[in-house]
């Protein structure tokens, strides 16, 4: 069975200061790894796909980072629109198209 | 906004009633996902259509059903509702689940409160 667990559960930041939010997964035959950021009452909004270990994607202050068996979500200068709920989520050879989703970080930036 | 549209975008209804979720999927894509976040569950996966066929199961309830029409959108049907159903409900689209990694794009969502 798929397993993803996210951390911190909850991070306050202020405006400009770096940090990273930690995604571990368990999974057989990874395909996809997948970052959305979700605000409240809204549905998830996509980041990025990584598919294999050693990848790396941007975005704006973000960059999504893949080893074998966890994934970063690393944060730079952030911004207090930067405020959301980070989710990870990830797609195994053996559960189909479906994503098994970690419980989230909460980034609060103040300003 | 990602393309994937959901009505309607509250529902309070009673326990023990029926009501019925729809989404539409972005242009172009043939794959429809069902997911449930509930605050003391995060987001779960339901079901999946690809091509108006039920293609996956999750953790779905057998009081829930849904179907993907000719015109590729969905509906999800919640029957005999419970006080634990209330959550918010989204639909995800994709291109297509053949492809070895498969984006899912998610909508606004529906937020279902029972009575």
């Known amino acids: ?111 | 906004d990602s393309g994937v549209t959901q009505t309607p975008k509250h529902l309070i209804t009673a326990t023990g009633q029926r009501v019925t979720l729809r989404c539409s999927p972005r242009s172009g894509d043939l794959s429809v996902y069902w997911y449930q976040q509930s605050l003391d569950q995060g987001l779960q996966f339901l079901i999946q259509y690809y091509n108006g066929e039920e293609r996956a199961k999750g953790n779905i309830l057998e009081r829930f059903s849904a179907q993907q029409f000719p015109d590729l959108h969905s509906e999800l049907n919640l029957s005999s509702l419970e006080l634990g159903d209330s959550a918010l409900y989204f639909c995800a689209s994709s291109v297509a689940p053949t492809r070895s990694t498969d984006t899912q794009y998610f909508g606004p969502g529906t937020r279902l409160t029972v009575l």
């Open chain 1, 1 to 111: 069975e798929d397993q993803v667990t996210q951390s911190p559960e909850a991070l306050r930041l202020q405006e400009g200061e770096s940090s990273s939010l930690n995604c571990s997964y368990t999974v057989s035959g990874l395909r996809g790894l997948f970052w959305y950021r979700q605000d409240p009452g809204k549905g998830p909004e996509f980041l990025f796909t990584l598919y294999s270990a050693g990848e790396e994607k941007e975005k704006e202050r973000l960059k999504a980072t893949l080893t074998k068996k966890e994934s970063f979500l690393h944060i730079t200068a952030p911004k207090p629109e930067d405020s959301a709920t980070y989710l990870c989520a990830v797609q195994g050879g053996t559960s189909g198209s479906r994503l098994t989703f970690g419980e989230g970080t909460q980034l609060t930036v103040n300003p």
